[in-house]
């Protein structure tokens, strides 16, 4: 939500999709954990569904899933956010302002660098498999 208040409403699509992506690859992770592993068929949760009927392909809904969650986590990183203890009277300088990534720890760009690790993995299997 920081990114529409910070941005003025500007925003809000920018953050209602990575709120949607988020919610929805919890789901399916969640869901294809407790389905287990012997099952074929894996969880698909509404966001990725909805690519899929927007492409009329479960295919290249899946792709368009996985590059639109491959730019929002890439965006995510490279924005720009408040420096800690920087001071901002009236005017927004930009030498108050970092990447965000700057600010991240070294766990949680690991662990971002894993998913989408994963995300480009499973790209490439269902493209080896079409």
């Known amino acids: 939500m920081a990114?529409?208040?910070a941005?003025?409403?500007?925003?809000?699509?920018?953050g209602a999709?990575?709120?949607?992506?988020?919610?929805?690859?919890?789901?399916?992770?969640v869901g294809n954990i407790i389905i287990g592993p012997n099952n074929q068929s894996s969880?698909?949760?509404?966001?990725?569904?909805?690519?899929q009927q927007r492409s009329n392909s479960v295919y290249e809904g899946n792709m368009a899933y996985?590059?639109?969650d491959l730019m929002l986590s890439g965006?995510?990183?490279?924005r720009a956010i408040r420096k800690k203890e920087s001071l901002q009277l009236f005017i927004q300088d930009s030498i108050n302002y970092e990447m965000a990534y700057k600010q991240a720890g070294k766990i949680a760009?690991?662990?971002e660098g894993v998913?989408?690790?994963?995300?480009i993995y499973s790209m490439n299997r269902e493209t080896d498999n079409r």
Do not use: C, K, Q, W
């Not at 941005?7 to 920018?14: A, C, K, N, R």
């Not at 965006?75 to 490279?78: M, P």
């Open 3 to 5: 990114i529409t208040g």
């Open 7 to 14: 941005s003025y409403g500007i925003g809000t699509p920018f």
């Open 17 to 29: 999709m990575l709120v949607a992506h988020g919610t929805n690859n919890i789901y399916e992770g």
């Open 43 to 51: 969880v698909v949760g509404p966001v990725r569904y909805l690519y």
């Open 66 to 68: 996985g590059a639109v």
């Open 75 to 78: 965006g995510g990183l490279v």
């Open 109 to 111: 760009l690991s662990f």
């Open 115 to 119: 998913v989408d690790a994963l995300t």
